[in-house]
């Protein structure tokens, strides 16, 4: 399963962790994982090139977990990373067996 969890405080989402794998179907054929995936790589992508946003991002080498965190995210950060709350909360409720979303302050 993979458990995304969204930072969130008074209202502003300062980032997420995405942590596992789906375990939908086999590799390169897991829908579950390719949608998480193609939201936060986006997202990343996205804060990099059209925030002037520090964001502070951690990678392990095999791709499972990933951490973005922004202390204080500007106007445009803060919708880039409500727009990923949004994105993986859509595929939760589709596929909510594979995938949870959990908030912390």
Do not use: W
């Amino acid at each position: 399963m993979i458990t995304i969890t969204i930072f969130k405080e008074d209202g502003i989402v300062k980032g997420f962790k995405a942590q596992g794998h789906a375990e939908y179907a086999e590799a390169g054929e897991d829908i579950v994982c390719a949608s998480v995936s193609v939201l936060y790589i986006n997202t990343i992508n996205s804060l990099i090139r059209l925030t002037t946003d520090f964001a502070d991002i951690e990678s392990a080498d095999d791709d499972q977990n990933v951490k973005v965190y922004i202390e204080n995210p500007s106007k445009e950060a803060e919708v880039l990373l409500q727009s990923f709350e949004l994105g993986v909360n859509s595929v939760a409720e589709e596929y909510g067996d594979f995938l949870k979303v959990v908030y912390q302050n």
